[in-house]
């Protein structure tokens, strides 16, 4: 059974920069495994963010492309989002998710099983 605990998250002015942590209990998610950000705002449906796979190829959501990163910290077990430039339309409540058995990074919050509790961000103008 996977665990995630997502931290992190606070409130920054537009433009500031925030990095999310992901920590990954009971099995090690650099072996075939993927794991992704997502986020959802208030009345607004749960969308991809940006995800990884195994072999630390990526995926972005258009709108953070440029400004967010994930990356992952294999020895730590710790997934991360360096997320840039904010601005108040990326304020939401953040979501790590993890997959077993998946060689390519994916954003479909369907193929993902294991969910951590979210963490807020909040962007003010």
């Known amino acids: 059974q996977v665990q995630l605990v997502e931290s992190g998250g606070g409130s920054v002015q537009a433009g500031g920069s925030l990095r999310l942590s992901c920590a990954a209990s009971g099995y090690p998610v650099n072996i075939n495994y993927c794991m992704g950000w997502f986020r959802q705002a208030p009345g607004k449906e749960r969308e991809g963010v940006a995800g990884?796979?195994?072999?630390?190829?990526?995926l972005y959501a258009d709108s953070v492309k440029g400004r967010f990163t994930i990356s992952q910290d294999n020895a730590e077990n710790t997934l991360y989002l360096q997320m840039n430039s904010l601005k108040p339309e990326d304020t939401a409540m953040y979501y790590c998710?993890?997959?077993?058995?998946?060689?390519?990074?994916?954003?479909?919050?369907?193929?993902?099983?294991?969910w951590g509790q979210g963490t807020q961000v909040t962007v003010s103008s």
């Open positions: 990884i796979d195994s072999a630390g190829s990526t």
């Open positions: 998710a993890a997959v077993r058995r998946c060689w390519l990074a994916t954003m479909s919050a369907e193929r993902y099983n294991y």
